[in-house]
């Protein structure tokens, strides 16, 4: 299958999918927060998804900035956690580290904490609408949130157990101070019920998995994928995560 993308920076789509390719770290990430503007500008209420990991990390410093500076407010906006640990202290929960990072910087008050119990968080998910925007990071084995390879297009929020790679990649986030063997995470079928999708894509660790993610069957094998079957998708990605296109 041939995907025409130029790994230059610019913008390519197929079919729903659209790709915005940036040149340096500071347009990758005002290009995420440009999206996150428009979405609240349009809904400031909104239901915003927000995903742990590395790659969000410049995003989330130029949200801090720009709420600081005056420039962008989610204050009114509502907030829904992708995925979490299962047992881990509260000084590695997700939930912890995503309202220092973003949450309380940003004002946000209502947040919507994922737990055990996938079919409440998805029953208050429900009535707040859904996610008008989920922004994703990838796996580098294309998992999306906890979606490990196997997750199925109709999996709903649920715990699952960690691949060994991930689990690895989990702890050298923190150092090797803490290892997840479980997490609880929104499931394929919830995560595409999103209005739209923003995926977070940088480094070229990952230019392999993004080359996979548009070019091979759409099936569990490969959960990424699946993001091809949603209508409204956007992929911001550096050019060293573009490389491969
Ligand atoms: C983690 C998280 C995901 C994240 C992904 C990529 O395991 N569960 O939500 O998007 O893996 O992480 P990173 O951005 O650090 O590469």
Redesign the pocket.
């Known amino acids: 299958m041939s995907f025409a993308v130029s790994p230059q920076p610019g913008h390519a789509s197929r079919g729903n999918l659209r790709i915005q390719v940036t040149q340096s770290q500071d347009q990758w990430a005002a290009a995420a927060a440009e999206h996150l503007a428009c979405v609240l500008r349009a809904k400031p209420e909104a239901c915003i998804g927000w995903?742990?990991?590395?790659?969000?990390l410049p995003l989330y410093a130029a949200l801090r900035r720009r709420a600081a500076a005056g420039t962008f407010d989610a204050s009114g906006s509502r907030a829904a956690m992708?995925?979490e640990y299962v047992n881990a202290p509260e000084e590695f929960s997700?939930y912890r580290w995503l309202r220092r990072q973003v949450w309380a910087p940003l004002g946000i008050a209502t947040v919507l904490r994922i737990t055990e119990d996938g079919e409440e968080f998805e029953r208050v998910l429900r009535t707040w609408g859904g996610c008008a925007l989920q922004l994703?990071?990838?796996?580098?084995n294309g998992?999306?949130?906890?979606n490990e390879p196997g997750a199925a297009v109709d999996s709903r929020t649920r715990a699952v157990k960690?691949t060994a790679e991930?689990a690895a990649?989990?702890a050298a986030?923190w150092g090797g101070r803490f290892t997840p063997a479980e997490?609880v995470?929104m499931g394929m079928a919830t995560i595409l019920e999103a209005s739209a999708i923003l995926l977070?894509v940088?480094?070229a660790?990952?230019a392999g998995v993004l080359r996979r993610m548009l070019q091979e069957p759409i099936g569990p094998q490969l959960p990424a994928t699946f993001l091809r079957e949603h209508k409204n998708v956007t992929i911001v990605a550096d050019q060293e995560a573009a490389a491969e296109l």
């Open positions: 995903p742990t990991g590395s790659t969000p992708l995925d997700s994703l990071g990838l796996g580098a998992h999306i949130a906890f960690l991930t990649a989990n986030y997490a995470t977070l940088r480094g660790a990952k």
